[in-house]
């Protein structure tokens, strides 16, 4: 009896070294080095949105558009049709009534948002250790890279942002505020909804 509680041990013992081998051999460089083989594409998404101020959640949906190196595009459908798109250091905001252009280095909290989203699709992990220090839990088939701001004007509003994927495919991102209101956006590889 005590010699089969022993081996029992020793297999638990061994197996957790061996999953522990197998997580440790998943990177992040293996993982950037996974995004940028992206090419261009097109997904949709519905995003959710936690604000403290509101007693439900706010829904989105619509298409987002990817154009490495620098262009990055997000146009909401619905509820009202608004797109975002950037380009290079350029972030163009049009509603239905206005256009607004910014130069993403007059908004540093913006900036650190959109360079993180721009560098986890093309791979940049020197961008992105920049502006934050990262945590890569998973595998290849389904990982998981968490972003804590190391940038003040990114963290004075930005607390985490959490990427989840697959492969070189992006399936969520959650965004963490400073004040606690959140979003977390689904992605789905396709055309729009």
């Known amino acids: 009896m005590q010699r089969l509680f022993r081996r029992a041990i020793l297999h638990s013992i061994l197996l957790g070294c061996s999953l522990s081998a197998q997580a440790a051999q998943f990177t992040i460089g293996e993982l950037m080095a996974t995004l940028a083989n992206r090419h261009d594409g097109v997904a949709t998404f519905t995003e959710t949105k936690y604000l403290a101020i509101l007693d439900l959640p706010v ?31 350029v ?12 130069q993403l280095k007059d908004y540093p909290e913006v900036a650190g948002i959109v360079e993180s989203l721009r560098a986890i699709l093309t791979g940049d992990r020197q961008a992105l250790e920049r502006l934050y220090r990262l945590k890569l839990e998973g595998s290849p088939q389904r990982w998981a890279l968490e972003l804590k701001p190391l940038d003040a004007a990114v963290g004075w509003s930005i607390a985490r942002i959490r990427v989840e994927g697959t492969g070189d495919e992006v399936r969520s991102v959650e965004i963490q505020q400073t004040d606690g209101d959140r979003s977390v956006m689904r992605v789905q590889k396709g055309v729009s909804p």
């Open 59 to 89: 829904e989105s949906s619509g298409e987002l558009l990817f154009a490495p190196p620098a262009r990055l595009e997000k146009r909401t459908l619905k509820p009202k049709v608004e797109t975002l798109a950037l380009d290079g250091e």
């Open 91 to 102: 972030l163009t905001v049009v509603s239905q009534t206005q256009r607004h252009v910014l």
